[in-house]
């Protein structure tokens, strides 16, 4: 299942940076694709994007809605969201396990021999900080004399807009790097900060600071496609503790918003305690008892 | 055997989508306002504060 879902991944990666003809245009795409909602983190500013970023056109319309509402235009972000929205209802934080370049691009450090290390667990809630102010309300609310704001968390903090957008521009069309200055200096740190972060801690972006995955953590009891505990099958053996890239112990908490349905602990588990559902409905049908019912019949 | 027939069903969750279906409601008036030509225009632009020097 690993291999199939790192197989996913790379087409995932591929169709949504699917334009290879930007190192003969030197410019981006902006082709029709661009109108269809990027599941995971994916710079729309990166040569090769087809789709469009939700957090960066989000924060645009957000940041811009005076001036659209002065010209009659209700550009108010309810497209964007409902394509948030249908993606978080459907498979929820399933698309970082599944689907995201940016957390591909974790994974792959990830692999680099190291000491491993965790991550804090307060720290996981920054991203619904960053998500509320950087995203919603600072893009919202802080406005020039114009009535135009900035999408703070593009500007400040976003590492994938820096790697897959930054850099390739740069080097393509030199007559951007007279604009770098202390903020590109800032998203610099920031991505090598998380890339180095990302060798020793399994996924710290996705866990920390990534308001998409904060969205689509919202909707982590109503999501078409979850995992699910069968708390009969379960011993409690704690096998999936040690497996799970975003560190949750799905024996106990089931329902966990940082769950990315990777399948790590249904692979782990050997009594078949965890399995994915569809609305309810499992997908595979676990046949006979359970060998941890079967253990708690049997006499000491 | 029927108590047995009872544990084994499962309940197919209706709030997915109701979910989904209120966000396609939002999506189309999205549409309708003609949010998707702005999407549009703002993605093919280079975004300079996404790069870190806008």
Not at chain 1, 151 to 179: D, H, N, V
Not at chain 1, 182 to 206: D, E, H
Not at chain 2, 13 to 41: D, H, T, W
């Amino acid at each position: 299942m690993e291999l199939v879902r790192k197989w996913v991944q790379a087409v995932f990666f591929l169709v949504t940076n699917g334009y290879w003809n930007f190192p003969v245009t030197r410019g981006i795409y902006q082709g029709p694709l661009k109108v269809i909602c990027s599941p995971g983190l994916n710079c729309y500013s990166c040569p090769a994007a087809t789709t469009y970023c939700p957090l960066g056109s989000l924060q645009q319309l957000l940041a811009g809605i005076r001036l659209a509402i002065a010209n009659g235009q209700f550009f108010i972000g309810f497209y964007v969201v409902a394509g948030m929205g249908v993606i978080g209802a459907f498979v929820g934080r399933m698309v970082c396990g599944w689907a995201c370049p940016f957390g591909l691009f974790q994974e792959l450090l990830h692999k680099i021999p190291s000491p491993k290390f965790g991550i804090w667990q307060p720290l996981r809630y920054l991203k619904y900080v960053f998500l509320l102010f950087l995203v919603i309300l600072l893009p919202l609310l802080a406005v020039d004399e114009f009535g135009l704001g900035d999408p703070w968390f593009c500007k400040y903090i976003c590492p994938a807009g820096t790697l897959e957008a930054g850099f390739p521009l740069l080097l393509m069309q030199p007559g951007l790097r007279s604009g770098l200055g202390l903020l590109f200096l800032n998203k610099l740190f920031l991505l090598l900060l998380f890339a180095g972060w990302a060798v020793i801690a399994s996924r710290p972006f996705c866990r920390t600071a990534c308001p998409l995955g904060a969205f689509y953590a919202l909707f982590y009891k109503i999501k078409l496609v979850k995992l699910h505990l069968d708390p009969e099958r379960c011993t409690n053996c704690a096998a999936c503790h040690n497996v799970c890239p975003m560190g949750v112990r799905f024996n106990e908490s089931p329902d966990d918003m940082e769950c990315i349905s990777c399948l790590a602990c249904s692979k782990a588990c050997k009594f078949n305690a965890i399995n994915l559902e569809i609305g309810g409905l499992p997908l595979i049908n676990q046949p006979g008892p359970s060998p941890a019912y079967r253990m708690k019949k049997t006499p000491a | 055997m029927k108590s047995k027939g009872k544990k084994n069903q499962h309940k197919i969750r209706i709030m997915p989508f109701v979910a989904i279906f209120l966000f396609l409601l939002l999506g189309i008036i999205g549409i309708s306002l003609g949010e998707p030509s702005r999407v549009l225009e703002q993605a093919s632009q280079i975004c300079l504060s996404c790069i870190g020097i806008g």
